[in-house]
């Protein structure tokens, strides 16, 4: 009995977490930053998938003017990205770190923590996105 209960106790913590791990991946579109909005009639995107993320920022033409992406980690509701790829433009955050606390209600995410810049800079940033289907 002991070891059934220990398999469907691992069952479902693995169950938990990979349901947990799929509804942060996906495609994410920006409705606010604290940080910088999209200048009207531009698109923010998120693509997040099971290791890696990236976003960009498209101009009205749908032209990509900013972006960056890398890899992330969530545990205990600690999103943590690490930028290695950007536009022109975001070559001074490549190799930094931004760790949000992140939380998922149907199809809105929002994120509230920092971009680490170096060890004394944080900038703090929260941002709301939407599921695009």
Do not use: C
Not at 12 to 34: D, N, R, V
Not at 117 to 131: G, L
């Amino acid at each position: 009995m002991k070891t059934k209960t220990f398999f469907l106790t691992l069952l479902l913590m693995t169950t938990s977490f990979i349901l947990g791990a799929q509804s942060l991946e996906g495609t994410w579109k920006s409705l606010e930053s604290s940080g910088r909005n999209s200048p009207e009639g531009y698109t923010t995107l998120k693509h997040i998938t099971s290791t890696h993320f990236i976003w960009t920022m498209s101009d009205k033409d749908g032209n990509i003017i900013s972006g960056a992406g890398g890899t992330y980690t969530l545990k205990d509701g600690i999103y943590t990205e690490t930028i290695l790829y950007t536009l022109p433009g975001m070559q001074n955050w490549k190799g930094k770190n931004a760790v949000y606390e992140v939380k998922i209600e149907g199809k809105r995410m929002s994120i509230s923590g920092y971009l680490e810049f170096d060890q004394n800079q944080k900038v703090k940033n929260s941002e709301n996105w939407e599921r695009v289907e």
